[in-house]
């Protein structure tokens, strides 16, 4: 049997570096000038200073006061493989958006320069044919789609597979391999016209797009918290800062704690006063981005001795308790990051020192109330948070979401169904391809069949063993299989039954004939038949063959949890989904079967949290 196969060259073959990945939560972005009259890096390099140009003055156009979730969007200028290029690599964290934030830069770059390709990868690989999976031709699977995709005028084009040029010229095939960057750039000079450019897989795998410009700005959530007013210097001078403290918080553990509870102030690092000290607090407008948002406000956390005295003072007043609880969170992510020695020589870090060390020898003033009084304070409804599962289930089974309902629940004025628009589309989508993955007629008895295109060494073994003589021949004990059918349904044995005659010639019922090696007589069809149907017998008292319970049990189930007659019929879309956000959850984050099937979807579930169950069918809940 053959070792598995990749392109790695060992030490005497030529060997040239071990395989590269890219870490998690990554994209990959490179672009490429390719034009017959600029050859030489000469002239490629101006154009290349062009192109970066242009994306620093994008930049400004469009996400002027962006707050990325971890890393932004940039390019520099690298010698790839003896070519230059434009490179660039971002983590995106939990924030998919900023992942398609990117491509949609890179779209508009395109369209900016007719001369320029691009290629996007992400951890996944060719994320982009992922969304357009429904949209692919067979041949482009995984193991061929390297260096093939690209975008190049705001289109997305594709590279075919090439001929076969060993065989004859009447019996030359397209051949199914890898496409190395050098034959890529080299087939899109001389070959350009050739390449495939599809609307339908264009539309699908450009669809998250559909939204921008107006999303970017939907990316973020701008909120009035109650922090220092130390903090509110820094943040109105670096709002970007943010999300690092953000991150920090969010991924603290007891060691980054340990400073909080500080009780003197020696006790902590170089001798410094504690920033989130609760101290000349004022409420401030801080801008966040949504899943940073979403993980702050999600999280149980014990405030530190200065800050609970706060918030038991505040707390009859509910709206000045939710900022001071966001203020001490922020409070507390800045002096998780600020006191981190492996943080120390960041650029945020020395940034913030910097203004610390201003602040306390009095050489940089702070706000005052005047100050303070100019800055913006405007403030988003955060009710995006918020799912309500009446509409939850009404806008699966098809239908618009109410103002009110039947049980008295009221939605409030301007919600977009059970939560946000980008979250009640994302649920469709994934409810309507995984209908149309189990629809899918050419699966055949052995499953799907994407499968098999990928398999190529697997079938190869397979005719090798055949080739062989390995195969053999599977035995089947017709008088054994009887003994035990009988024994499973209770039936009294048979000594002198016609079963134990020879194998079965023929399946009429089934519709197909069946042919099996014996000399022996036929088995007699009607006892067969006689026992099929005693089996069936028994498992339709057992419950086993009742395919469809949707339409008895559930609606039955429904109406006794709400105790009224009027309970509606469940649509099949609300057990599905259900079904699907239920298994994927029981995975706990590790693989599973409903994270497997979602993922070959093109879709992304973010990480769930332990949520309280509310047994009130309208009511609302927060999203983790």
């Not at 060992?10 to 890219?22: T, V």
């Not at 309970?567 to 989904?577: P, R």
């Not at 590790?590 to 309280?612: C, F, S, T, W």
């Amino acid at each position: 049997m053959n070792g598995p196969k990749d392109d790695l060259k060992w030490f005497g073959e030529g060997f040239d570096g071990f395989p590269r990945h890219l870490p998690e939560d990554c994209v990959e972005y490179t672009l490429y000038i390719i034009d017959p009259k600029l050859q030489s890096d000469a002239d490629v390099l101006p154009r290349l200073k062009e192109v970066q140009q242009g994306a620093q003055d994008l930049r400004k156009e469009l996400l002027d006061d962006y707050i990325w979730q971890r890393e932004g969007f940039a390019v520099e200028i690298l010698d790839q493989s003896g070519a230059k290029v434009l490179y660039g690599r971002t983590r995106y964290g939990d924030s998919i958006e900023d992942e398609w934030l990117i491509v949609y830069l890179l779209q508009k770059l395109s369209n900016m320069f007719k001369e320029l390709w691009i290629t996007v990868r992400d951890t996944d690989g060719e994320f982009l044919l992922i969304e357009a999976a429904d949209a692919l031709p067979q041949w482009l699977n995984p193991e061929v789609a390297e260096n093939r995709v690209w975008l190049h005028d705001g289109k997305l084009l594709v590279i075919p597979l090439s001929e076969d040029k060993k065989g004859s010229d009447q019996g030359r095939k397209t051949v199914p391999r890898p496409l190395a960057t050098a034959d890529a750039r080299q087939f899109i000079l001389h070959s350009q016209s050739d390449m495939i450019h599809s609307s339908r897989m264009e539309e699908e795998a450009f669809r998250r797009l559909r939204n921008y410009p107006k999303q970017i700005s939907k990316n973020l959530h701008r909120a009035i918290i109650t922090i220092p007013r130390i903090i509110a210097l820094i943040l109105h001078e670096h709002p970007e800062y943010i999300s690092p403290i953000t991150e920090a918080f969010y991924l603290r553990d007891p060691i980054s704690m340990q400073w909080l509870d500080a009780k003197k102030p020696g006790q902590h690092l170089a001798d410094e006063r504690l920033l989130s000290l609760p101290e000349d607090l004022v409420d401030v407008q801080v801008k966040f981005t949504r899943v940073g948002y979403a993980q702050l406000k999600s999280q149980e956390f014990t405030a530190p001795l200065g800050w609970a005295t706060v918030l038991r003072t505040r707390g009859a007043d509910q709206l000045a308790s939710a900022r001071a609880e966001m203020g001490m969170k922020v409070s507390c992510g800045l002096d998780m990051l600020y006191q981190d020695i492996q943080n120390q020589h960041s650029p945020p870090i020395k940034e913030i020192r910097r203004i610390h060390n201003g602040v306390r020898a009095r050489s940089l003033e702070l706000p005052s109330d005047a100050d303070l009084q100019v800055w913006d304070d405007t403030e988003d409804d955060d009710s995006w948070l918020d799912i309500n599962f009446v509409d939850f289930e009404r806008t699966l089974a098809g239908g618009q979401s109410a103002k009110s309902n039947k049980h008295g629940g009221t939605r409030p004025k301007g919600r977009a169904g059970f939560g946000d628009s980008a979250a009640e589309e994302q649920l469709r989508t994934i409810v309507d391809r995984f209908e149309k993955f189990m629809a899918n007629d050419s699966a055949g008895l052995d499953g799907a069949e994407y499968l098999d295109d990928m398999d190529y060494d697997d079938d190869e073994d397979d005719d090798e063993s055949l080739e062989n003589g390995e195969a053999k021949e599977k035995s089947f004990d017709e008088n054994e299989f009887a003994s035990m059918m009988r024994e499973m349904m209770g039936l009294p044995p048979e000594e002198d039954s016609a079963l134990n005659a020879a194998p079965l010639a023929t399946r009429k019922d089934a519709g197909f004939v069946e042919e099996l090696d014996s000399d022996d007589s036929d088995l007699d069809a009607e006892e067969i038949r006689k026992l099929m149907r005693q089996m069936e017998i028994e498992l339709n008292e057992a419950g086993a063959l009742d395919l469809d319970p949707t339409s008895k049990k559930i609606s039955a189930t429904k109406a006794s949890k709400r105790n009224t007659s009027d309970a509606e019929e469940v649509d099949v879309n609300v057990n599905l989904a259900k079904n699907l956000l239920e298994s994927f959850k029981g995975q706990g984050g590790v693989a599973g079967p409903g994270g497997n099937l979602i993922g070959l979807m093109g879709l992304q579930l973010p990480r769930d949290e332990d949520e309280d169950e509310n047994p009130c069918p309208d009511s609302s809940v927060r999203k983790p």
